[in-house]
């Protein structure tokens, strides 16, 4: 009956000493963990290690939860900042890339888009491909309200703004987003519409 249990009762019984239940909240929130993280790097073998240390960090810090908010918009936090220090070292552990080379992976991105398109027919995948062609900001707005479940306070305690400027945001977002299917899969739509 531990799915019965809630993230809080579950919290408090790990800090009572029953640590194994920690792994019901892993569970319950390792794709969650793991698709914010493709936020941050499109490395599915970084996402992994570090989805890996976020539970560690996360299992390390338990007794910081005060459950103000959701346990969900506090492994948020955990998440981002883990990925900000990863993609901070990686970018000093990197030499910069001259134009060409950059350009060269761009152009190398859009045809990949291209294929996967051609081969993706689901509507998650095709939604997840539009995320992936938003800023990091809109990205991280569309997946913290949709997929992340959260309410407008708490991303507005994640992003540091109040309710009424996420909703704005969150508006400009979804119109962006649509603009984006509309361009890139506007035969995919019509596909889906004429089922």
């Not at 704005?168 to 603009?179: D, N």
């Amino acid at each position: 009956m531990l799915g019965a249990l809630t993230d809080t009762e579950v919290i408090s019984r790990v800090l009572q000493g029953e640590q194994q239940l920690f792994a019901t909240l892993v569970d319950r929130y390792k794709n969650y963990v793991f698709t914010l993280i493709l936020r941050f790097t499109d490395n599915r073998e970084d996402a992994e290690e570090l989805s890996q240390d976020i539970f560690v960090k996360a299992y390390r810090s338990l007794s910081d939860f005060r459950g103000e908010s959701k346990f969900s918009t506090w492994l948020y936090t955990i998440v981002r900042t883990t990925c900000i220090t990863f993609l901070r070292k990686k970018k000093l552990d990197t030499t910069s890339l001259d134009n060409e080379k950059t350009f060269l992976q761009v152009e190398n991105r859009e045809s990949g888009f291209r294929a996967n398109q051609m081969e993706s027919k689901s509507k998650q995948a095709m939604v997840n491909e539009a995320i992936n062609l938003l800023s990091p900001n809109d990205a991280q707005l569309i997946t913290l309200f949709y997929k992340g479940e959260q309410s407008l306070e708490e991303i507005g305690r994640i992003i540091g703004a109040d309710p009424n400027t996420v909703k704005v945001k969150l508006h400009r977002a979804r119109q962006r987003l649509r603009e984006k299917m509309e361009k890139y899969f506007s035969h995919e739509i019509r596909e889906i519409q004429g089922d």
